[in-house]
Every structure is written in C-alpha cells, then in structure tokens.
C-alpha cells in the first residue's frame, strides 16, 4: 500500500485526517455502528491506528479500551499495518509433523521478519497459526486463505 495523503494516519495531527472526517459523515455517532466503522478503517489502512480508535472513541462516545478489546478480540483488525499479502503458517500438531517449521524457517530466513511482522515495503506480513482449516490434509502453508502447501 502506498502512502498519500489520502492513506497517512494523522497521528500527532490537529486535525483529522479526511477519510476520518468522511466515515463519520456517513455513520451516526451510535455504539452500533462501531464494527462497521473499525472494518473501514482496517480496509483504508490496513491496520487500526492508534489515532483512530481514539477519534473513534470520541465521536462514538464509548471508552478507548472498549475500542481497543474490539480490536485485539477479532484477528480481522490488526495494530500494526499488514501487507499487501498475508500469509500464515499453521503450526497445529498435523502441519507441524509435516514440516511446518522449516516453511517457517525458511521465511524468516528469506524474508528477514519474524512472525507478525510486515516486511518494509509493506508487501508480505506473515504469521503464525495454532490451527488450519485443512486438518484432513496437514496443508501448512495459506496465503488469503488459500492453500499453498
């Protein structure tokens, strides 16, 4: 993703940021409405800035803390930006035993970043995952949910 004025989080900024001030042009300022409003901003972003969800706290009228349970509770929201593409690593007892961890190895090795980091420019973010959804299959290896290995 590259950044513009358009894309940069107004941390340390007076004012908001104008996709900020958009979203809540669209969206009445009710607790209801705070999921949808925290998936547009992962979807600009690609994370939730710390910025924000304390905007987002203020015009919703809830705690910065219930913004930010929200957050960490639903692995669709992330703090820190993702790449372009995200790939995951399940590490479950299937995958494992089929080699798991040398595929992990391996990108750390290649790509320079450890588990939940996003590469420099942005391009890949990789993690790891307890469990996949191919158990029949041992498959350790996704990127947008697809399988790769």
């Not at 809540?24 to 209801?32: A, G, M, N, Q, S």
């Not at 639903?74 to 372009?84: A, D, E, I, V």
């Amino acid at each position: 993703m590259q950044e513009n004025e358009n894309t940069k989080c107004c941390c340390g900024g007076e004012s908001k940021d104008k996709f900020i001030e958009e979203l809540f042009l669209e969206y009445k300022p009710i607790k209801d409405n705070l999921i949808q409003m925290l998936n547009e901003i992962q979807e600009h972003y690609g994370y939730v800035p710390m910025e924000a969800q304390k905007e987002l706290a203020e015009f919703l009228a809830i705690p910065m803390a219930e913004i930010y349970g929200v957050v960490t509770f639903y692995s669709r929201f992330s703090l820190k930006p993702k790449g372009k593409y995200n790939i995951s690593v399940c590490l479950g007892t299937a995958c494992f035993v089929k080699g798991s961890q040398k595929i992990m190895d391996r990108l750390q090795e290649r790509l320079k970043i450890g588990p939940g980091e996003t590469t420099e420019d942005r391009t890949i973010f990789y993690r790891r995952n307890k469990m996949c959804r191919s158990l029949w299959t041992s498959t350790c290896l996704y990127r947008k949910w697809r399988s790769l290995w």
